[in-house]
């Protein structure tokens, strides 16, 4: 058994008689006995630190892992790779033992961690001002409609099927039971159908939600979505994926009014789909509706400069039933990683890994459509992940091509059902031409 | 002055502390991927460092904080126990970390094989019959739960039930969760006792009532002694029984949640069951329910059926999905390693010795501090600094100065209902000599508030910065680095 707990038999029977009690029993006089539990819990026999570890040991090893086989599966996660320091500043215990930095003169080594990736993330999605982190990328988006309706009054928003499905159903949960209604706007050639999309927008419409890349790997032209919104007085809301943002537009210089998305690909291991970390950053303009928590920078009464959480009347802790949100605990630990992350790739190494990426995925693209008998399904420009149809039934093509040690791509038509055989695929930095070769082979082969 | 530098100001062009291979597929250019318009203009301003900045950097900043490996941190509702080191270690391993979650259900038994057996443990734990280890965080957890109470209402065709009732101690999570659900909120007072007032309860139960929430021990430490009139008087009117399980802890192997009519609960595997709360995240707040509620609950649930684990989609009447995938897997695989090596046996010492501790710290503080509500306490109390109050002394001002004595701080003025409140609680996992340096801390600084008042309104004197100007902060709100 675990043996966490320090006290001695000894400490106990004295502790015990400075409450003038003589068995821990009493203590629970308050517990009617009609509920007390009479038996045990029924739960396996502990076990020790050496049995436990073998165990777990034991559970993981029926997991494949991405390092075993070669991943070419995306689709909201990604297989990046980790520079050995985010790790080691993540072990360390004054960060990842530490609570809410509700005390900041003793959590000043949080407090401008979440400061500095506040910057980061307004530097690369460029806006005015970022939160502490979210959840994830989902239910930052089904945040940010909540926040897009709290801003402008109304109760509809318009989301785009180029949208990540699970971030759309997301959304659909947040919105159905507060009563905003969520419509959505169909895709053309990979893209939102700007036609269909002018037609659904009008006065009543708090919010049209887009992701770019879209789910499809496909970059979406924002300008002309943000005119369009903007001119019926609604906000833009944009999910993003962080490292393109390296290298393509910032949603902030296209006019978007809210920008959310999944941090995972900055530093935080795939860990079967959590914990992620969700980011959201708005115009100064909306800074007061955003959710979550904020640090700003203030002084000490020595006039040192120093950080704080602030903007705090916006909290439940203090407003209630009136907060912008009730998110309390977020994803910092994992917002910490994204800083680390992008402080080891800087300026320069954000962008080289954007670049090999794409090229990567490129090179697959051609090579899939050229030599291994698929076929390209839109014609618009992609970042790092791209949508073929492959001549085969997916799901057969994905077992085969699993047997050859490969994790294979998404297969989109589990939600579109009209696009049958299509194929997502995700091409990192990490995937060598030589793994990228060897899945043109055996797709090839099929 | 900076003798702290952000990341930013150390930044100097061509410094770099990555390395990444050479491209081994054809150099295209930027603008033969990706049309020109669509291409950034000027770069993000990322900072510029080499590897032994970042990591010096990040060091320093860490010798900031306070994490519960530094020390006895006392923060009443938040369960700052001990966080053993070898579950760190099982959740890295590859086979758990480097698992896609798009992986086929074939590829992924192991990660499918601990959410079930979450699942069962769960559910044996707190006697409920399913749980959905999906929400993110405690508060994700109350919104997922309110949300399959409202489907619930709602599948039945009982759709007028808008109200959900909060005791006025409760925490600020449960009113802002129920308005996340499109709920009315109503509060119910707490009586003398700091329970929640049988004769107010029923007052406002109606045919609107589409549940109660209630923390059991309540956020003043003390157990709901009328549980059970409490749940009849709220299923009698139709309505559900929420459980907010922040304060679990208390009550390990003693009384479970399912056993006192709870319908719906929620857990913070980053509280009780050990899990480290990250500066803030990330937590796990499972949601688990009786059966008759089971279909509401988020999709994918796993599921086993002829020797395989499987994710179950097919739930017409969930809720739907609150977050990607399947929650904070990463936090609930120590949680599991804990209860497994906890057993039935370790989890009853837990609550047993818990509760002890707080009993034990608030025997030594009651002299020297008003204790509103002077009875058996659970797991954590609340005392007041009233007293201290009226020499000029807040409770803020006791709670810096504890700092200069090397602890980390109690919750300050929460429960709303007590003035002056400083919330305490111990865990299991400090020794008899921790809670006696803390009483004598307390007991010192009291002793202080008479004879040197001054010292503790100025405190601290001894962290790496002094007190700040929130109020600066709020007014002018300078929220990130701008060169």
Do not use: W
């Given at each position: 058994m675990g043996s966490y707990i320090p006290n001695t038999d000894q400490d106990r029977r004295e502790m015990l008689e400075k409450l003038g009690?003589?068995?821990?029993?009493?203590?629970?006089?308050?517990?009617?006995?009609?509920?007390?539990?009479?038996?045990?819990?029924?739960?396996?026999v502990p076990l020790s630190e050496m049995e436990l570890v073998r165990h777990m040991k034991d559970i993981a090893a029926k997991n494949k892992t991405v390092d075993e086989y070669i991943c070419f599966l995306g689709a909201g996660a990604y297989d990046r790779y980790i520079p050995s320091v985010v790790k080691h500043v993540l072990v360390r215990q004054e960060f990842?033992?530490?609570?809410?930095?509700?005390?900041p003169e003793i959590s000043q080594g949080t407090l401008q961690a979440i400061f500095e990736y506040q910057t980061m993330m307004c530097e690369l999605t460029g806006m005015d001002v970022a939160n502490?982190?979210?959840?994830?990328g989902a239910s930052a988006l089904a945040e940010a409609v909540c926040m897009a309706c709290q801003a402008t009054g109304r109760e509809k928003a318009l989301i785009a099927r180029s949208v990540h499905p699970q971030s759309r159903e997301v959304v659909y949960t947040y919105s159905r039971f507060r009563g905003i209604k969520v419509h959505e706007v169909g895709y053309d050639d990979g893209r939102v159908d700007i036609q269909e999309l002018k037609r659904l927008?009008?006065?009543?419409?708090a919010a049209v939600v887009v992701q770019?890349?879209?789910?499809?790997g496909i970059i979406e032209m924002l300008d002309e979505i943000a005119e369009v919104v903007h001119h019926f007085g609604g906000l833009l809301v944009v999910s993003v994926n962080p490292v393109s943002l390296a290298v393509l537009k910032s949603p902030g210089s296209c006019g978007a009014d809210i920008v959310v998305g999944e941090g995972?690909?900055?530093?935080?291991?795939?860990n079967f789909g959590g914990p992620y970390l969700g980011f959201m950053a708005t115009t100064q303009k909306l800074m007061r509706r955003m959710p979550g928590r904020i640090v700003g920078q203030t002084v000490d009464l020595s006039g040192n400069r120093a950080f704080v959480l602030t903007?705090?009347?916006?909290?439940q802790h203090i407003?209630?039933?009136?907060?912008?949100?009730?998110?309390?605990?977020?994803?910092a630990l994992n917002a910490l990683a994204a800083t680390v992350y992008l402080s080891v790739l800087g300026r320069e190494g954000l962008k080289e890994v954007a670049l090999l990426s794409m090229r990567k995925a490129h090179y697959a693209f051609e090579k899939l459509i050229s030599e291994a008998g698929c076929s390209s399904m839109f014609p618009a420009p992609f970042f790092d992940e791209f949508l073929v149809k492959v001549p085969v039934p997916v799901e057969e093509l994905n077992r085969a091509l699993l047997d050859h040690g490969i994790i294979g791509g998404y297969a989109v038509e589990k939600d579109y059902?009209?696009?049958?055989g299509g194929w997502l695929v995700a091409v990192t930095e990490k995937r060598t031409r030589e793994e990228i070769d060897a899945l043109i082979r055996e797709v090839g082969r099929l | 002055m900076k003798e702290r530098p952000l990341i930013f100001e150390m930044s100097k062009s061509g410094r770099k502390a990555y390395s990444l291979p050479h491209c081994d597929v054809p150099q295209l250019a930027l603008e033969e991927m990706v049309p020109?318009?669509?291409?950034?203009?000027?770069?993000?301003?990322l900072p510029e460092v080499s590897e032994v900045d970042v990591v010096r950097h990040f060091t320093r900043l860490s010798q900031l904080n306070y994490g519960v490996d530094s020390g006895f941190y006392p923060l009443g509702s938040c369960t700052m126990k001990y966080n053993p080191k070898v579950n760190e270690d099982v959740a890295a391993l590859a086979g758990f970390t480097?698992?896609?979650?798009?992986?086929?259900a074939e590829t992924v038994q192991g990660c499918l094989e601990i959410l079930y057996r979450m699942d069962r443990l769960l559910s044996e734990i707190t006697g409920m019959d399913r749980f959905s280890l999906?929400?993110?965080?405690g508060a994700h957890g109350e919104m997922t739960g309110l949300m399959i109470i409202k489907a619930y209402h709602q599948h039945r065709g009982?759709?007028?039930?808008n109200k959900i009732i909060v005791p006025?101690?409760?925490?600020?999570t449960n009113p802002a969760s129920a308005a996340m659900v499109g709920f009315d909120v109503v509060e119910v007072k707490s009586n003398d006792r700091g329970e929640v007032d049988l004769e107010a309860l029923k007052a406002v139960?109606?045919?609107?009532?589409a549940g109660l929430m209630l923390t059991n021990p309540n956020t003043l430490g003390?157990?709901?002694?009328?549980i059970l009139e409490i749940a009849d008087i709220v299923h009698k009117a139709g309505g559900l029984l929420y459980y907010?399980?922040?304060?679990m802890n208390a009550i390990l192997g003693m009384v479970r949640p399912g056993d006192m009519g709870f319908d719906v609960v929620h857990l913070n595997l980053h509280k009780t069951f050990s899990t480290p709360h990250g500066g803030g995240g990330p937590g796990s707040g499972p949601v688990g329910v009786k059966e008759e509620l089971e279909?509401?609950?988020?999709?994918?649930m796993v599921v086993f059926k002829d020797g395989r684990y499987y994710l179950d989609?097919?739930?017409?009447?969930s809720i739907g999905r609150?977050?990607?995938?399947?929650?904070n897997f990463g936090v609930v695989v120590k949680a599991y390693a804990y209860i497994m090596s906890m057993g039935a046996e370790g989890l009853k010492k837990v609550s047993e010795s818990a509760v002890l501790n707080a009993n034990y710290l608030m025997e030594r503080l009651k002299e020297h501090y008003?204790?509103?509500?002077n009875r058996r306490c659970m797991h954590e109390f609340v005392i007041s600094a009233q007293r201290q109050k009226e020499k000029g002394v807040s409770a803020l001002d006791i709670a810096k100065r504890l700092m200069d004595f090397g602890f980390h701080p109690p919750t300050m003025?929460?429960?709303?209902?007590?003035?002056?409140a400083l919330m305490i609680e111990p865990t299991e996992t400090e020794s008899k000599e921790t809670l006696d340096a803390f009483a004598d801390a307390l007991i010192e600084i009291a002793r202080e508030v008479e004879e040197q008042p001054e010292k503790i309104k100025g405190?601290?004197?001894?962290?790496?910065?002094?007190?700040?100007?929130e109020a600066k902060a709020a007014r002018n709100p300078v929220l990130r680095w701008n060169p």
């Open positions: 009690l003589h068995s821990i029993e009493q203590l629970y006089e308050d517990i009617p006995c009609q509920v007390r539990l009479k038996d045990d819990l029924d739960l396996p990842y033992t530490a609570y809410t930095p509700y005390q502490a982190s979210m959840y994830d927008v009008s006065d009543d419409v770019t890349p879209n789910f499809f995972q690909s900055l530093g935080n291991p795939l903007l705090q009347t916006r909290e407003r209630r039933e009136k907060a912008t949100s009730n998110i309390c605990s977020n994803q059902p009209e696009l049958q | 020109r318009e669509c291409l950034r203009e000027e770069d993000a301003r480097q698992v896609h979650p798009q992986q086929p999906q929400p993110a965080a009982d759709v007028k039930r006025d101690s409760a925490h600020g139960v109606d045919d609107t009532t003390l157990f709901e002694g009328n907010d399980g922040a304060n279909p509401f609950l988020p999709v994918p989609y097919d739930r017409p009447l609150v977050k990607s995938f399947y929650g008003l204790v509103p509500y003025y929460f429960p709303l209902i007590v003035k002056e405190a601290p004197h001894t962290t790496p910065v002094r007190r700040l100007d």
